[in-house]
């Protein structure tokens, strides 16, 4: 089992950027693919980005694409998330999330397909 703690959120100003970690322990993060998704209050949590166990393959919803880039680092068992040009509709809880099902190559965008997450970093970005 792996055990995922995410980090870098905070308070930022419309049209700067943040970088998210996560740190992930118990287990290497090579046989995972990763995944971060968001969740603002009233709203049902949704798909930001992920990226495949090899790293060959990204995806990134509509919202956000252009603006954030997905990387990890297997040799440091880390994942990231770089934000730029943050809006003030980023604004969320940030979760990481793995899921071992996945092939080399394969990700997924459903939060029902991770199956393990973080406890989340918040993500505010003022007008």
């Known amino acids: 089992q792996v055990q995922l703690v995410e980090s870098g959120g905070g308070l930022v100003q419309a049209g700067g950027s943040l970088r998210l970690s996560c740190a992930a322990s118990?287990?290497?993060?090579?046989?995972?693919?990763m995944g971060w998704f968001r969740q603002a209050p009233g709203k049902e949590r949704e798909f930001v980005a992920a990226?495949?166990?090899?790293?060959?393959?990204?995806a990134y919803a509509d919202s956000v694409k252009g603006r954030c880039t997905i990387s990890r680092a297997n040799a440091q068992n880390t994942v990231y998330l770089q934000m730029n040009s943050l809006k003030p509709e980023d604004t969320a809880m940030y979760y990481c999330?793995?899921?071992?099902?996945?092939?080399?190559?394969?990700?997924?965008?459903?939060?029902?397909?991770?199956?393990?997450w973080g406890q989340g970093t918040q993500v505010t970005v003022s007008s």
């Open positions: 118990g287990r290497t993060i090579s046989t995972y693919a």
């Open positions: 990226i495949s166990r090899s790293g060959v393959s990204t």
């Open positions: 999330a793995a899921d071992p099902s996945k092939g080399y190559v394969g990700l997924g965008t459903s939060p029902r397909e991770y199956e393990y």
